[in-house]
């Protein structure tokens, strides 16, 4: 990965990964997904998917990827 870049997102559940990214690329931020997946294990065991944004995009995709991690409240019944 280019010095430029900087990782702001880290899981082992490669759809989460794309759904991050997705949201990325929504905002107008380009982001690339890096598996780190050891090739030893092949899929026994799965690596961790990685993304970066360019520096310049750090702040706001990090902001963006924290309120998308926000738990969400709680359906109220009643309504």
């Known amino acids: 990965m280019e010095k430029d870049w900087i ?3 880290e899981t082992n559940t490669p759809f989460q990964a794309e759904i991050i990214k997705g ?3 929504d905002n107008g931020i380009e982001a690339v997904l890096v598996n780190k997946q050891d090739s030893n294990f092949n899929q026994m065991i799965p690596g961790m998917d990685e993304i970066y ?3 310049t ?3 706001l995709a990090n902001r963006l990827v924290k309120d998308n991690d926000a738990p969400q409240p709680a359906i109220d019944e009643e309504n």
Do not use: S
Request: net charge neutral; aromatic share 8%; hydrophobic share 50%.
């Open 7 to 9: 990782k702001v997102y």
């Open 23 to 25: 949201m990325l690329l």
């Open 53 to 55: 944004v360019h520096q």
């Open 57 to 59: 995009n750090a702040d």
